[in-house]
């Protein structure tokens, strides 16, 4: 079990373990051991990405860590890159965007719901990436004007995504790249179809499964959790016919 919690003297962490005091882990270096009030211990680490993801608020389903791998490697995602977002969503992938390409590259989200760009705002500050995202309430697929040029990538999540990609090949430079959160098989049919037809090239559609082993001298096996299918993945890049 693990918590995020951001330590402030006098505070406490209410678990099913005991009660964690924060001043038990005021002046201590990460991987020490703390004891709760039950004689339970547990470990102080700095948070990763990969913790920030799974324990930030979900308003929407998120883009989960087997899947950000692959984003990175496929897209060549690097520090400096410019980065646009269609569907902000919870704030997940955005978290994940912002910790490779700062310190000189900047993400771009984009929603059209209030709601989830402030739950979104809400766990990136808990990351201290607040500087390397501009979030902005926008609706791509009704805008003449763009607000944004010669992106390096651009990530749709959205439940059509075929109705952004003309707007997406306007922001994006020549052979930059999309990936695009596709729940659903037919999602993936007309996304195709769609990328064709405005001169996308390289497309790919993956799905990712992780599948996680129980070690243990003697007694090795396949775990009973596993994540199975969370999402599909459409890779694209921009080309010209």
Avoid at 214 to 231: L, M, V
Wanted: charged content about 20%; glycine content about 8%.
């Amino acid at each position: 079990m693990k918590w995020l919690t951001k330590i402030l003297a006098d505070q406490e962490l209410h678990t099913h373990i005991g009660i964690i005091k924060h001043n038990d882990a005021i002046g201590k270096i990460y991987g020490s051991r703390i004891i709760t009030n039950k004689n339970k211990y547990v470990y102080l680490f700095r948070p990763t990405t990969h913790d920030f993801i799974m324990k930030i608020q979900h308003g929407t389903q998120i883009v989960y860590p087997k899947d950000l791998g692959y984003i990175s490697s496929r897209t060549g995602l690097q520090s400096g890159q410019k980065i646009v977002e269609i569907g902000t969503g919870s704030g997940a992938l955005t978290i994940f965007l912002a910790g490779v390409v700062k310190p000189n590259g900047h993400v771009y989200t984009f929603d059209v719901n209030q709601q989830f760009i402030d739950i979104a705002k809400k766990n990136v500050s808990k990351t201290s990436l607040d500087k390397y995202i501009t979030f902005k309430k926008i609706n791509i697929k009704n805008r003449k004007s763009l607000p944004i040029k010669n992106a390096d990538l651009i990530t749709i999540d959205l439940g059509d995504p075929w109705s952004v990609i003309k707007q997406a090949r306007l922001m994006l430079k020549d052979s930059g790249s999309i990936i695009s959160i596709c729940p659903t098989i037919n999602q993936l049919e007309k996304l195709s179809t769609s990328l064709i037809e405005n001169e996308f090239t390289d497309i790919e559609c993956v799905e990712n499964i992780v599948r996680t082993i129980d070690a243990h001298e003697g007694k090795t096996r396949h775990s009973f959790y596993g994540i199975g299918h969370t999402t599909y993945l459409v890779y694209a890049r921009k080309a010209h016919f």
